[in-house]
Every structure is written in C-alpha cells, then in structure tokens.
C-alpha cells in the first residue's frame, strides 16, 4: 500500500492553497465528511485554523453525524493500492474557508471507495492499524457488527440532520431532540458500532 501522509509540508497535494471559492461544493463537502466521520482519533491536541485563528470550535452536523474535527486523520482511497491519510482539520478549511481541493483529491474523495465498505475495509486496515491503537477497551460494551467486546473510540455523535453538511451549535434543541448517543468505530471489525 503506497501511503500519502498529508502534512504542512505537502498540502498543496490535496488544497489549491492560495485558491478560495465563492460558493460551497456540497457535492465534494458532503463526500469528504463521510470520511471525516469516520476518521480515528489520533491526538488530543486540537491545531489553531491559520486563517481564523479559531481553535477547538470546528463542530459540523451531516448524514447523521455531529463531529468536531480537528483531532482525527481521515484514510482516503485514490486507487485500490494507493491512500491519502488527511488531518481532519482540513474540513474545516474547505468548508468555513471554501477552500478549493486540487482535482486528483477531489476526484479521490468523489469516486473512491467510500467508509464502512468492505472494499473501504479491505484497503485502509494497514494504514489504520499502523498509527497504533487509540481505542479504549468498552468491558460492558459489544461491538453491534462482530459482537466482539468493543475495543475503539467515538467517532460521531448521532443526529437527525440528514440534508448537506452545515456548521453545528449546541442549543437547548438540539439537547432535547439530539440526546447523547454516539457511534464508534470498532477496531478489530473496523465497521461502526452503537457505543
Ligand atoms: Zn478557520
Ligand atoms: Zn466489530
């Protein structure tokens, strides 16, 4: 598996960096936070936006999800052979700053295999196995797909947005009608799981 780590150094590979459009590209922003919502937690340490200057405020709700980015890497498919792994703060600046991708990750993000697939599966274990186990160990907790005691962490809280991708703000509605269920990813299955 030929592995593509995007970095500072190197994020002209994924981002026109210098590039900002006018109008939000649903089509490729709904895509990639399919992969943002199943990215795996990999620091606590949540980056500061270069452009805004925020830190730690990045919540965003869509296809059913709620999920702050910034602490998690996505795992992006290019080909059967080749994978980007992509800081998930960058969803934040192609959505709150329309930044615009460069068109191999764009292409990527809009036609490779896309997150709780068995194709997905197949290509990504190496590469999410090979940042070592962020997991927590659930004791009273089995994972819904493998019934294996479940061994991960949380990636996304449930919510009933299912319309396109859009920033998220906790209010007194969303306590009530949202709760506080969440879904995790379970590492030995790698399919999503009721934690
Ligand atoms: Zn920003
Ligand atoms: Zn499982």
Known sequence: MHVIKISENNVQLVMQSVQFSEEKDYEFLNDLWEY???????????????????????????????????NGEMYIPITEKEVYV?????????????????????????????PDTNQYRKIVREVYDSNGKY???WKSIRCSYCGEIFEGSIS????KHKGNVRMFRENFFSKILYGQRYVGVCLKCLHYSRV
């Open 86 to 114: 992509v800081p998930d703060i960058l969803f934040h600046y192609f959505y709150s700053h329309n930044a615009i991708p460069t068109s191999t990750f764009r292409n990527a993000v809009l036609h490779g295999h896309k």
């Open 135 to 137: 997991g927590i160990l």
């Open 156 to 159: 996304f809280r449930i919510s």
């Open 36 to 70: 943002v919502l199943f990215s795996k937690n990999v620091t606590r340490t949540l980056p500061m936006c270069k452009i805004c200057s925020g830190k730690g405020t990045f919540e965003y709700e869509g296809l059913g999800g709620i999920k702050k980015v910034g």
